[in-house]
């Protein structure tokens, strides 16, 4: 891919995604084989997904772009829980797609399926904890963050996707799990860079969604499920620290919620305040 640089910026440059998702297109039933992916790569951004937004709402972006940075100041995960990412630490991506959450509810689901698959081609054990978060070895890899607002082009939804390359430290409060990195399971000469995992991330994302939306819904529950990293375990649900109730993960249902099978009978959680965590 060419950029050019200026300023600790890289210009707004129209390429085609190389390598991997040259290897995408060759699929006929692609939606890569029809996608016109806008780069941006930056120094430094306090939030891709907030720079992004702004791009759009201000006019200066449209149709499918994707933002890497190499250093973020204020990424922010759920519920607007803020981190730092150093230089070159991890992947700071996040992608707009001219439609609404709405159109796709499974959206968040969909992604960390098809980043948990580019992992998983570096042998990474990676699970995925819902609703948003990878595990490896049941400590936070990355995670997932879909927003979707209007603007004058129409609906927009950015997806951010953020994972730990080196060492890093996730504060506790935004998983409550320790943290994993790619460094802890390849070696330095096989670490792929953050260009060549935001070109991963980015095909595989849009090859997820396209086959979401030919064979249905099912297909992301599948794939969601033979990787839930808590499926059958003892979970225990909370609301900013206090436990709500406990009892047995069971999965996702039609709707998206997950599934808690209590004393009291089964419960369905709702992605937003409420965490979903093992119990001790």
């Keep these: ?20 998702s040259q290897l995408a297109r060759s699929d006929p039933h692609s939606m890569l084989t029809q996608a016109d992916v806008h780069w941006i790569e930056l120094d430094s951004v306090d939030s891709t997904n907030d720079y992004l937004a702004r791009a759009y709402q201000q006019g200066r972006v449209s149709g499918l772009n994707a933002v890497l940075a190499h250093m973020q100041t204020a990424g922010r995960g759920r519920a607007g829980r803020q981190w730092r990412a150093q230089p070159g630490a991890s992947l700071c991506l996040s992608m707009g797609l001219p439609m609404a959450g709405q159109q796709m509810p499974f959206l968040p689901l969909c992604v960390g399926v098809a980043v948990a698959q580019v992992l998983e081609h570096w042998h990474v054990p990676v699970r995925l904890k819902w609703p948003n978060d990878l595990l490896a ?14 603007t004058g082009q129409g609906a927009i939804t950015v997806v951010g996707v953020g994972l730990n390359i080196q060492g890093i430290d996730v504060p506790e409060a935004l998983s409550g799990l320790g943290a994993a990195s790619l460094s802890n399971y390849l070696p330095a000469p096989s670490l792929p860079t953050p260009r060549e995992l935001a070109e991963a991330v980015v095909s595989s994302i849009l090859m997820r969604i396209e086959a979401a939306s030919v064979q249905g819904i099912d297909s992301i529950f599948a794939e969601f499920s033979r990787r839930d990293a808590w499926l059958r375990s003892q979970v225990q649900v909370e609301d900013q620290g206090v436990v709500c109730f406990a009892g047995e993960a069971m999965g996702i249902d039609r709707q998206g919620a997950y599934l808690v099978n209590t004393e009291h ?4 959680v709702h992605a937003g305040d409420l965490s979903l965590r093992v119990r001790p």
Aim: a positive charge.
């Design 1 to 20: 891919m060419a950029f050019e640089r200026f300023l600790g910026f890289v210009s707004r440059s129209e390429v085609k995604m190389s390598k991997i």
């Design 137 to 150: 070895d049941q400590q936070k890899l990355g995670g997932v963050l879909c927003e979707s607002f209007q």
């Design 265 to 268: 009978g089964l419960r369905a």
